[in-house]
């Protein structure tokens, strides 16, 4: 479960996330929208610990990230809007590096890495060096790094930038499986399709406040008043 | 031209926006700059007028040998600025995204050849134009020189000698990577090294300073006049010697003479400099080409035979990754180890010559001083070593920091693994250093005794100092070791380290100073409670200074990533 309590980030005179309180139950796929700088990346930011908050709480699994950073860390699976990687890292070191930062029991290890290069299909390129991936081979190694130690709460920062149809689809395939097997999944994006293909629900952040948080049939409810179109809807809300 | 002049003037405009940010670290870095590098050329300033006072009035040394000397100094100066430019040519030329920017647009090759070309030159070089300056500015002083001297040697001798310099080394760069599409990179870079070594080696050996001195001494008192008879005849045609020719001559007052080497530097420097821009024109592209090729049949491989991290080195899981990683870090970037294995040739080198020196029979003054001075060359050396390898390592995490610091790992423990990671070497390098450049010491007890102890307390500051300094000022916007170690908070950070040597080596000279006036007067009760005294100085100093900059270092790890 992740719950925002009165989230708050200023930078100097500017206020990028503005007193957000939301509350996400495990197993639910939670989309975050929201036009540019309207505050998305530094909310997910401010979860995974790379931002500490002005003020406002973040728990996920009722454990405070303030409190207790490493134990909330444990839990989380991210994966930023850019596919960074150690470039001098093969794809198989990153995994096991990755791993490593984790504490991944050495038993069950060497089988977890087996298992997500044949899920993600990057067996052809996983043992070249960084350097070499194209974004999309980038971005498929890092959403399957994230999820290789099993976190319960999964934070996604644009997952489709840089994917083929088939890495989409192999990455939209694999995070509803997990969210049905009960994992929290909490997933910014411009792509209001994807966002509409699986989200169950769905909230707009414009100017660092959330304008609109409802659930994905209310959405389709909301839908008809805009040409049953999402894009007239978003578009009319962050004007 | 104007398309030039319109980008240089973007690229001023930008960079003089970067330098003015109002931001905490900025300020510190800002102001701190402003009073350090104030300091530092006061100090180089008074620093080279007592350095002639000292060999003109005290050993009598004679304007022409100082001025072989200065050329000997020159020479060495010269190839590293060339070896410098080889190496951050190759990043500035060929691995910046600005070249691949401006390649898509309708800007002619060898317009941006020259701007990266003054890009690199400009701006790692700040530094050596202070201390440059400061040293010109001590020798006018010294000499009593008038204003027109100073620019005259600023504008007609220093900025044509670096630029002959910094040319030269990117001709021969683009003649290694022609080399380099044919033989391979290992091949190029070992023969590089050994280029390098063999050059000053053989210029030492032909020039021979010993033979020098002796020849010219023979003439005492009459050591000013221009014993060029003693001088071998390549001598002629580099040029550390036109330029400290250029400045005996003016000394000396002959006009004719000076103004002859002045016209050869000058004249030098632009053909040098036209050359390049004609080869560039028609090379660079290419080159930028054989570079592309280069990278991809070395790196595009697959690399299955053994995986380091299936095999554990700590018990720790956290350490054992992170150490690993910065371990292939290191050794997979040739920018890196390569300029390792050259630091510590130049340190092997100084340290076999000064087994080879013998000062038993000199006054001790004369003892206490060249033992000084051996020790802050050392000491140079480490603190050299340290800005260049230990300061970027946290800003070298760039873009890929937010996966360590997102995962459950303890900011001590990223930051105790980095700080452990460049220790190590550094502490086993520094050591051996120390050692054997004083070896010829190494029957004075506690003499070893003070450099040992005060050289491990160096060596624990530095490391503390630059990973700090690293960590504060760190951008995490430039992933290049070399461009890290050039930015404004590095030459802060090299700055307060040399301020800090100077502190240290004033008590290390105290000492020394005792022990060789009066080792034979006094009981060794009393000279070992000189040494003990001194150590426990040097200590507690260091020991201050460390735990500040190690507080400050880790605090500063915390911030938004």
Not at chain 1, 186 to 210: K, P, Y
Not at chain 2, 390 to 396: A, E, G, K, N, T
Request: hydrophobic share 50%; with cysteine; charged share 15%.
């Amino acid at each position: 479960m992740i719950k925002l309590q009165e989230l708050t980030k200023i930078f100097g005179k500017f206020t990028a996330v503005d007193n957000i309180s939301l509350e996400i139950p495990s197993g639910q796929f939670f989309g975050f929208l929201g036009p540019n700088g309207a505050g998305k990346t530094t909310t997910i930011k401010m979860m995974t610990g790379l931002y500490e908050s002005t003020s406002g709480n973040v728990f996920l699994n009722g454990s405070n990230i303030k409190k207790n950073p490493l134990e909330v860390k444990r839990q989380i699976g991210y994966i930023p809007d850019q596919p960074y990687l150690y470039e001098k890292l093969t794809g198989r070191e990153y995994l096991y590096f990755c791993a490593g930062l984790f504490k991944m029991p050495k038993s069950t290890l060497e089988g977890k890495i087996k298992e997500i290069i044949k899920l993600f299909e990057i067996e052809p390129w996983v043992d070249k060096r960084a350097e070499n991936y194209s974004q999309g081979m980038a971005q498929r190694l890092i959403i399957a790094a994230a999820l290789l130690h099993g976190p319960p709460i999964i934070i996604i920062d644009e997952p489709m930038v840089g994917l083929d149809p088939r890495s989409a689809s192999i990455v939209k395939k694999v995070l509803k499986e997990k969210c049905e097997k009960g994992a929290t999944v909490f997933m910014s994006t411009h792509i209001l399709q994807v966002a509409e293909e699986l989200c169950d629900r769905i909230a707009i952040i414009n100017n660092g406040r959330i304008i609109f948080d409802y659930s994905h049939d209310e959405l389709q409810s909301f839908k008809h008043k805009y040409d049953g179109k999402l894009e007239n809807l978003f578009l009319e809300l962050t004007e | 031209m104007l398309q030039l002049i319109y980008i240089l003037f973007y690229k001023l405009k930008s960079n003089l926006k970067l330098t003015v940010e109002l931001t905490p670290q900025g300020l510190v870095k800002n102001i701190g700059s402003v009073f350090l590098y104030v300091l530092f050329v006061v100090g180089t300033f008074y620093f080279t007028r007592a350095t002639l006072q000292y060999l003109l009035n005290e050993i009598h040394l004679g304007l022409f040998l100082l001025h072989r000397f200065l050329s000997m100094v020159l020479f060495v100066f010269f190839l590293t600025v060339n070896l410098g430019n080889i190496i951050v040519s190759y990043s500035t030329l060929y691995r910046s995204n600005e070249v691949l920017f401006l390649f898509t647009k309708p800007v002619s090759f060898a317009n941006i050849f020259i701007i990266k070309f003054f890009d690199n030159f400009f701006y790692s070089s700040t530094t050596l134009f202070l201390i440059g300056m400061a040293v010109i500015a001590g020798y006018g002083s010294y000499f009593q020189m008038p204003v027109s001297f100073y620019f005259i040697v600023l504008f007609l001798v220093f900025i044509p000698f670096l630029l002959i310099s910094a040319s030269l080394a990117v001709l021969l760069l683009f003649g290694l990577m022609k080399l380099a599409s044919r033989t391979g990179i290992v091949t190029v870079v070992v023969g590089l090294i050994v280029g390098y070594i063999s050059s000053i080696y053989a210029y030492f050996k032909i020039v021979n300073p010993y033979r020098l001195i002796d020849e010219v001494l023979q003439y005492y008192p009459n050591i000013d006049f221009y014993f060029d008879k003693f001088d071998p005849v390549f001598l002629k045609y580099l040029p550390n010697h036109w330029a400290s020719d250029f400045l005996y001559w003016t000394i000396r007052g002959e006009s004719t003479n000076s103004l002859f080497n002045l016209y050869l530097l000058v004249m030098v420097s632009v053909i040098t400099f036209m050359l390049l821009v004609v080869v560039a024109n028609k090379y660079y592209r290419k080159s930028w080409i054989v570079s592309i090729e280069l990278k991809f049949s070395r790196k595009n491989k697959i690399v299955r035979s053994w995986n380091i991290f299936q095999k554990k080195i700590f018990r720790n899981q956290q350490l054992d990754v992170l150490y690993k990683k910065e371990l292939l870090q290191f050794t997979r970037e040739p920018g890196q180890w390569l300029h390792f294995v050259i630091l510590i040739l130049f340190m092997a080198i100084f340290a076999v010559s000064m087994t080879q020196l013998e000062i038993k029979s000199a006054q001790p003054f004369l003892q206490s001083v060249i033992y000084t001075v051996i020790y802050l060359f050392t000491a140079f050396l480490i603190a050299s070593m340290a800005i260049r390898f230990v300061y970027p390592i946290i800003s070298m995490e760039a873009n890929n920091f937010w996966k360590v610091k997102s995962a459950p790992v303890s900011i001590f423990l990223i930051f105790w693994t980095k700080l452990f990671f460049v220790l190590l070497p550094i502490l086993i390098i520094g050591v051996l250093l120390s050692l054997f450049s004083h070896w010829q010491f190494r029957h004075e007890y506690y003499l070893m005794v003070v450099t040992l102890v005060s050289m491990l307390c160096i060596i624990f500051t530095l490391v503390s100092v630059n990973i700090s300094g690293g960590s504060f000022f760190s951008t995490f916007n430039e992933k290049n070791p070399i461009r890290i170690a050039s930015t404004q908070g590095a030459s802060l950070i090299f700055l307060l380290s040399l301020i800090y040597l100077v502190i240290i080596v004033g008590a290390v000279y105290v000492t020394t100073f005792q022990h060789f006036q009066q080792s034979n007067l006094l009981a060794a009760e009393i000279l070992a409670g000189h040494t003990i005294s001194s150590a426990v100085f040097i200590g507690i100093f260091s020991l201050l200074i460390c735990a500040t900059a190690l507080i400050l270092g880790i605090k500063s790890l915390k911030r938004d990533y």
